[in-house]
């Protein structure tokens, strides 16, 4: 081994995938060793870094190029020992020069002294904290105005960032490129208004209220002017997913919905106050669309709301068929709730989709409009590969029996369906045409009469959702 020139070796361990394979490959010689010390860019650690700071601090000063770190917490307990805490943040400072990405999770000891030893990193570009609940506005402030290059930023469960400083400067900087907000208790829609310029640089945002606790902010008239007259061109904006959204028409996240010309993919889950026309304008902006998923509240269906200008309708669905030609995914759902939708998009709307568009995946939930006549119609539907069932109960084994002569499906998913039996699969066994069939808590189906039905099957029966 010692007469193998470095470039061989080099080349075999860049062939060596798996982290474990490198430990090991690493230990049979001195020279793989230290090849890959110098090679190796990522590192991953949790539980087991103990104790703490002598364990980081070697890790760091043995991969000296680290450009990737990942500390993830979960499941720890205080029998496994300390947590990191601000001197690790510190170590990580010092040791790594070359960090460009990090990941925070369940880091629960650091505070903003910690986040402002980060701030010396100046070739970090990506910070995800995810439930760091010690964390401020202050201290993602004094992170943010250190780290110039940072165009990443997730905030996932941290509880304690109220002040909106650090958004501000951040709007100022026309750095960001990725935005993930979820569950940060205190900061609402609203809030999104001080991205100001970065809005044009942005081209992932995730925003997500916690659904068990709203801070409703009271904005005055002031804050909605700006968000009416601001303009906020989003003509970078690739990906958009808003969850548990309050979406006030003509104003706040109203304003982003149509002026996001570019965008590829769009997931609004329980964004209440989203109108036809604000997807009517989205699909005719965005014609390079190809992927929709809209999770509505059933409750629309209630007869008070049947003609609320709120509830959406098949008109958006018909304005991303005729606009959004490019469109290969498509998920449909309605939320749990007593009075499932029969009024929001009816089975016309749906099919509409599925034969102008070239639908690869499509995943309805909850959407009892979609019948045994629906299933026919997926027959003429040449691009679908994809196709997930959930809670439709009105599809019989007459409608099942249909999906073996879908052309291209390859993967079906069946969860919670009440109207489908063991003969609702019986063309499909023994075909060998589907590559994976996946059937979760559908009562009348057995494991037996799944055998056979797919190369690989995947079979689970909970019924405790039933009562």
């Known amino acids: 081994?010692?007469?193998?020139?470095?470039?061989?070796?080099?080349?075999?361990?860049?062939?060596?995938?798996?982290?474990?394979?490198?430990?090991?490959?690493?230990?049979?010689?001195?020279?793989?060793?230290?090849?890959?010390?110098?090679?190796?860019?990522?590192?991953?650690?949790?539980?087991?870094?103990?104790?703490?700071?002598?364990?980081?601090?070697?890790?760091?000063?043995?991969?000296?190029?680290?450009?990737?770190?990942?500390?993830?917490?979960?499941?720890w307990m205080s029998k496994l020992g300390k947590q990191l805490d601000d001197n690790g943040l510190l170590i990580l400072s010092r040791c790594c020069p070359l960090l460009k990405?990090?990941?925070?999770?369940?880091?629960?000891?650091?505070?903003?002294?910690?986040?402002?030893?980060?701030?010396?990193?100046?070739?970090?570009?990506?910070?995800?904290?995810?439930?760091?609940?010690?964390?401020?506005?202050?201290?993602?402030?004094?992170?943010?105005?250190?780290c110039k290059a940072l165009s990443v930023l997730h905030l996932i469960r941290c509880l304690s960032v109220s002040s909106m400083e650090w958004l501000e400067y951040?709007?100022?900087?026309?750095?960001?490129?990725?935005?993930?907000?979820?569950?940060?208790?205190?900061?609402?829609?609203?809030?999104?208004?001080?991205?100001?310029?970065?809005?044009?640089?942005?081209?992932?945002?995730?925003?997500?209220?916690?659904?068990?606790?709203?801070?409703?902010?009271?904005?005055?008239?002031?804050?909605?002017?700006?968000?009416?007259?601001?303009?906020?061109?989003?003509?970078?904006?690739?990906?958009?997913?808003?969850v548990n959204c309050v979406i006030s028409p003509g104003r706040g996240l109203a304003c982003v919905i149509g002026k996001c010309k570019n965008l590829e993919k769009i997931h609004l889950d329980m964004s209440v106050g989203v109108r036809d026309c604000d997807i009517v304008c989205l699909a005719q902006k965005s014609s390079n669309l190809r992927s929709i998923s809209l999770r509505v509240p059933s409750d629309f269906s209630l007869p008070l709301l049947q003609n609320n200008p709120l509830r959406l309708t098949d008109e958006s669905l018909k304005a991303v068929a005729q606009n959004c030609s490019l469109l290969d995914t498509v998920r449909l759902s309605f939320s749990d709730g007593e009075f499932p939708s029969f009024s929001s998009f009816t089975l016309n709307g749906i099919l509409m989709l599925i034969q102008m568009c070239p639908i690869r995946e499509l995943a309805l939930d909850h959407v009892y409009s979609f019948d045994d006549i629906g299933m026919q119609a997926l027959r003429s539907a040449q691009y679908l590969q994809i196709l997930e069932l959930v809670r439709c109960q009105e599809i019989t084994d007459d409608g099942m029996q249909l999906a073996s002569q879908i052309p291209q499906l390859c993967t079906l998913r069946l969860r919670k369906c009440l109207g489908v039996t063991d003969d609702g699969l019986k063309p499909l066994v023994g075909s060998y045409k589907l590559d994976l069939l996946v059937v979760e808590d559908c009562p009348q189906i057995s494991e037996r009469g799944v055998q056979g039905a797919a190369k690989l099957v995947t079979f689970k029966q909970d019924l405790s959702w039933m009562y």
């Not at 890959?36 to 990522?42: A, E, P, T, V, Y």
């Not at 991205?195 to 005055?220: C, H, I, S």
Request: glycine share 6%; with cysteine.
């Open 1 to 75: 081994m010692d007469n193998l020139p470095a470039e061989l070796l080099l080349e075999i361990l860049g062939r060596i995938k798996r982290t474990t394979d490198r430990n090991s490959v690493s230990l049979t010689c001195k020279r793989f060793h230290k090849l890959d010390n110098g090679l190796r860019i990522s590192m991953r650690v949790g539980c087991g870094l103990h104790p703490v700071c002598d364990a980081l601090t070697a890790l760091c000063n043995r991969f000296h190029n680290l450009e990737k770190v990942e500390i993830i917490y979960s499941g």
């Open 101 to 146: 990405d990090l990941t925070l999770s369940y880091c629960t000891f650091i505070t903003d002294a910690g986040l402002s030893y980060l701030a010396s990193c100046s070739k970090l570009t990506s910070l995800k904290l995810n439930f760091a609940p010690r964390i401020t506005g202050c201290g993602i402030w004094s992170l943010v105005v250190g």
């Open 170 to 242: 951040l709007g100022k900087h026309e750095m960001l490129e990725d935005l993930c907000i979820k569950n940060c208790r205190v900061i609402g829609e609203g809030d999104l208004i001080k991205l100001g310029p970065t809005w044009r640089k942005l081209k992932r945002l995730q925003f997500e209220v916690d659904a068990n606790y709203r801070y409703m902010k009271l904005y005055d008239r002031l804050a909605v002017d700006r968000w009416q007259k601001q303009s906020i061109p989003c003509e970078n904006m690739l990906e958009l997913c808003l």
